[in-house]
């Protein structure tokens, strides 16, 4: 699978999960003004980054839900 059909994968179904973490106020203001500079929430932010990150181990891609 290319990375536009990856990408396509990992976006184009509904989201029904949600994943929590703790972040520092430090690291919650500057995902908060990152996301504003961009014009973008905080969490289409973060999950910009996470498929970023997805599309450069692709082979990892779905190990974990069988």
């Known amino acids: 699978m ?4 990856l990408r ?6 509904k989201k029904t999960e949600r994943i929590i973490f703790a972040a520092t106020p430090e690291t919650k203001a500057a995902l908060e003004a990152i996301a504003k500079d961009k014009c973008v929430s905080v969490s289409a932010l973060i999950t910009s980054l996470v498929v970023d990150e997805a599309l450069r181990h692709p082979e990892l891609v779905g190990k974990g839900t069988e």
């Open 8 to 13: 396509k994968h990992l976006l184009g179904s």
């Open 2 to 5: 290319d990375d536009h059909e």
